[in-house]
């Protein structure tokens, strides 16, 4: 190691569940080691955790690293987890090391691609180039007003052809090249053709993709005629299949507002009825996966009618059961060991099963949507066997991809979904609880994948954004959504993808992930929570530094479940004074979670609204597919 600081850079070892970061531990990186050092440290798995990777942090400025033989191993065993710890093989993943110019240069060094120049503050107009090599037309592109980089001609040596395919012209007037295709003629690469689309296509749209596909496929054709691979009619046959391939629907635009109230009142998101006053407790944590979900659509279909079960994913679902009981919401519990008769007891709540697809990366959720529609529970064939319950639907083959699926329940089951709440969820969720609320109350459950899980079976993020859009654009705006779009790096939209897409059809986003039990606790009512007495402001003193401690993210509500517990147990607690983000939706959701809050607050402990109100949004694009913007962000506001 050279030029880092002390206790900066750390090798960690990082724990997930479902998808969702928990924890990270491993040992320092030592400081300027002058020659190979090994560092080990042994760290315990926390429970719950089913998914964990080896990561290097490094956080020292201007420090480097050399790593090598890195192990992964069970206290006991010799046998390294890790396939490539010694980096012997050439590694899997492609990563971008910085925009450096000197890799468009035409040298040894660089790929001859030309450099980017651009772009400008106001956006241009997108044209295709009158009679370009490709025969590429206007209607081929995504968006003609446009602020994107172009490509730098100067950038790229005389003696090389650059032949326009598309240009920029701005709003100053002239104009720039946005896609070419390159003859080489210079010494360095010579007989060379590129294809440089730039970023003419580079947004996350089905239009998109069709002007990239459009742009590379004409362009390939056109390069294996340059190399005499294709003669001037088999590109002539190219160009004509690819002007027949019909064009793709856009996402909903300049929508208008679907004006419905919601139909259980005043609240944002809905609340069950008082739970029963003694609950059923079922500890699940020794159940397999699909026997856990079993139980929460159990405890979804029989909440409808009085929340009456709750399940022990964790320790912290039992301290907060046993709140419940010390706060008077209910009298006590009972404890179930045999929680099979339950599906026994209980089974007037439901129809029968319905089986889910498995080898759908999505399939798990397009069965909860179903079970919440038509009152079924859902259970590969043989857990429906060993509960005797009857299998009413199998969804096995039935879609070759999600987004079908998606698109008929929407179709068939319109008028049954709840129109006013959604549930973003990744489908790992569906496995550790928390999707009894939004099953509960028939709320479109949805996964939208991203760029690395968009691979997986029956995966396409291009299909499940157009269905998606389309559900929202009939979905009144500001409803309840919970969830999170975010499920590890690559996996979904992303935070920012996530919340801007939502929001867009103004679906503003309350971050829910791991929170088993809402059926229940959404039965609580409390009306208002009252905030402790703050202490009088200091005297300023003039020549001292004021400085406010705010703890953010408290809008995710698993956060007061878990997270914020142990801050208010600390010895230091009321040390000094704090404020705590807090989502103002737990009043509906989790109400006695944050009374046990307000009560065990100290002086100096201050509640606000976190992060932008009553759910989670980006304000400078909420809404922008509707019309009228500004009417559906007002009632935002109200809220």
């Known amino acids: 190691s050279r030029a880092n600081q002390p206790e900066k850079d750390y090798l960690f070892i990082r724990f997930f569940a479902g998808g969702g970061f928990m924890s990270q531990e491993g040992p320092a990186v030592p400081a300027n080691a002058a020659e190979w050092t090994y560092i080990q440290k042994e760290v315990t798995a926390p429970a719950g955790a089913n998914q964990m990777d080896v990561s290097l942090q490094v956080w020292s400025d201007g420090g480097t690293l050399d790593l090598d033989d890195v192990e992964l191993r069970v206290a006991g065993s010799a046998k390294n987890l890790l396939e490539n710890g010694g980096f012997e093989g050439a590694g899997g993943e492609w990563r971008d090391l910085g925009h450096d110019g000197r890799y468009f240069a035409h040298d040894e060094f660089g790929i001859g691609t030309g450099g980017f120049g651009g772009p400008p503050i106001i956006p241009g107009e997108l044209s295709a180039v009158y009679g370009n090599p490709l025969r590429f037309r206007n209607d081929y592109l995504a968006a003609q007003q446009v602020s994107l980089q172009w490509l730098d001609v100067g950038s790229i040596p005389a003696e090389d052809d650059v032949l326009p395919v598309v240009e920029l012209r701005l709003a100053g007037g002239g104009a720039q090249v946005a896609a070419a295709v390159i003859r080489h003629n210079c010494r360095q690469f010579a007989g060379a053709r590129d294809v440089w689309i730039g970023q003419v296509a580079s947004a996350m749209t089905n239009q998109d993709r069709y002007t990239a596909v459009q742009l590379l496929v004409r362009g390939v054709a056109w390069a294996l005629q340059e190399k005499g691979k294709l003669s001037r009619e088999q590109v002539l046959q190219v160009y004509a299949r690819l002007a027949e391939q019909p064009q793709p629907k856009a996402l909903p635009d300049n929508i208008e507002i679907v004006d419905k109230p919601r139909p ?376």
């Open 264 to 639: 259980w009142g005043d609240t944002f998101f809905p609340k069950s009825r008082p739970p029963v006053r003694t609950l059923l407790v079922v500890d699940v944590r020794s159940l397999t996966p699909w026997e856990k979900l079993a139980l929460t659509c159990l405890q979804a279909l029989t909440a409808r009618e009085q929340p009456r079960l709750w399940l022990i994913y964790s320790d912290h679902d039992r301290r907060w059961l046993e709140w419940h009981k010390e706060a008077g919401y209910i009298d006590g519990y009972e404890q179930v060991e045999d929680w099979r008769s339950l599906f026994r007891r209980f089974a007037g709540s439901y129809r029968g099963a319905v089986v889910p697809d498995t080898r759908l990366y999505q399939g798990v959720l397009l069965a909860c949507n179903l079970a919440a529609l038509e009152d079924l529970i859902v259970a590969p064939p043989d857990l429906a066997r060993d509960l005797g319950i009857q299998v009413r639907e199998d969804l096995r083959g039935r879609f070759s991809v999600y987004a079908d699926g998606m698109a008929w329940l929407w179709r068939n089951y319109r008028d049954r979904f709840n129109h006013h709440l959604c549930a973003y969820a990744h489908p790992n969720l569906a496995f550790n609880g928390n999707l009894d609320y939004d099953m509960q109350w028939r709320g479109v459950i949805f996964w939208i994948t991203g760029e690395r899980d968009g691979d997986q079976p029956g995966a396409d993020p291009l299909a499940e954004m157009q269905v998606m859009a389309e559900i929202f654009a009939e979905m009144p705006p500001n409803i309840g959504m919970r969830g999170f779009p975010w499920a590890g790096d690559g996996i979904g939209l992303g935070e920012g993808g996530g919340v801007e897409f939502c929001g867009a059809y103004g679906k503003g986003l309350v971050c829910t992930d791991h929170t088993p039990n809402v059926s229940v606790m959404s039965g609580v009512h409390i009306d208002r929570l009252i905030p402790p007495d703050q202490p009088p402001a200091p005297p300023l003193e003039q020549d001292k530094i004021y400085i406010a401690f705010t703890m953010s993210d408290g809008d995710n509500l698993n956060t007061w479940c878990d997270y914020f517990h142990a801050y208010f147990e600390h010895p230091s607690h009321g040390n000094f004074p704090i404020g705590w983000g807090m989502g103002p939706a737990i009043l509906d959701l989790m109400p006695a979670v944050a009374r046990w809050y307000y009560e065990h607050a100290r002086p100096g402990d201050e509640f606000l609204a976190d992060v932008s109100g009553i759910a989670y949004v980006f304000p400078q694009t909420y809404a922008r597919r509707y019309r009228e913007r500004w009417k559906v962000f007002s009632g935002f506001l109200e809220w």
